[in-house]
């Protein structure tokens, strides 16, 4: 069965700085993997996919993600953060025709 | 719709108490999605349809639960004889055809508090 784990349930930035948050996922095979953004009271949004192709992959808002096969990770970047950028970020992971599955979750909080 | 519409937003409810909650997909989407979300944890998946039929309910905790998609739209997630444990904001998601690469569009989530 498939998993992601986010090994930091927060990160903290000064606004400007780059952002990354991190995401490995374990699964056999080629994976399709997504970024989620949580603001509060709100509903999960899609930020950006990994399907096949290129191992970098640009998103929403400026954010984007390098696929590395090898490390089997999937970390979400910017290079630099605002403000508003402050939320919940889910990565997420799924193979072939079985569900989505997310990781717990990284509060991510920008500091001006 | 412009988007995914779930209601109620909050439901408070006592132990014991059978609870309905609703999801009105993106229109045209023919996959349909629940999740729960608890505090402090990423989504677990529960059920999805695509069209009317359930095509992976293996999420479902115990038989307490059940959902239904009669007409390929609106769905309803059923939870009987409700306990504690499922308290939690109940996510609803639709996606466009049968493609396992499109994204999820998520709607805002039902809270349900049981006392």
């Known amino acids: 069965a498939q998993s992601v784990a986010q090994p930091e349930d927060q990160v903290n930035v000064a606004e400007g700085n780059p952002l990354t948050v991190k995401c490995t996922y374990s699964?056999?095979?080629?994976?399709?993997l997504f970024w989620y953004v949580q603001y509060p009271n709100r509903g999960l949004q899609f930020l950006l996919k990994y399907i096949t192709g290129d191992n970098l992959v640009k998103g929403s808002y400026g954010f984007e993600a390098e696929f590395n096969k090898s490390q089997t990770s999937f970390h979400l970047k910017k290079p630099s953060a605002l403000v508003s950028d402050s939320a919940l970020y889910f990565c997420?992971?799924?193979?072939?025709?079985?569900?989505?599955?997310f990781g717990k979750g990284t509060r991510l909080s920008v500091i001006a | 719709g412009a988007g995914v519409s779930q209601t109620p937003s909050n439901k408070v409810t006592e132990k014991g108490k059978y609870v309905e909650l609703r999801c009105d997909p993106i229109?045209?989407?023919?996959?349909l999605y629940w999740y729960r979300q608890s505090l402090g944890q990423g989504p677990e998946f529960l059920i999805y349809?695509?069209?009317?039929?359930?095509?992976?309910d293996s999420g479902l905790p115990n038989d307490r639960f059940f959902a239904v998609r009669p007409e390929g739209s609106v769905s309803t997630l059923k939870i009987q004889r409700t306990e504690r444990g499922d308290s939690a904001v109940y996510l609803c998601?639709?996606?466009?055809?049968?493609?396992?690469?499109?994204?999820?569009?998520f709607g805002e989530g039902s809270r349900l508090t049981v006392l």
């Open positions: 699964v056999s095979g080629n994976p399709y």
């Open positions: 349809f695509q069209g009317t039929g359930a095509a992976d």
């Open positions: 997420a992971v799924r193979k072939g025709n079985t569900p989505l599955v």
């Open positions: 229109s045209g989407h023919t996959a």
């Open positions: 998601a639709s996606s466009a055809g049968t493609k396992n690469t499109g994204e999820l569009f």
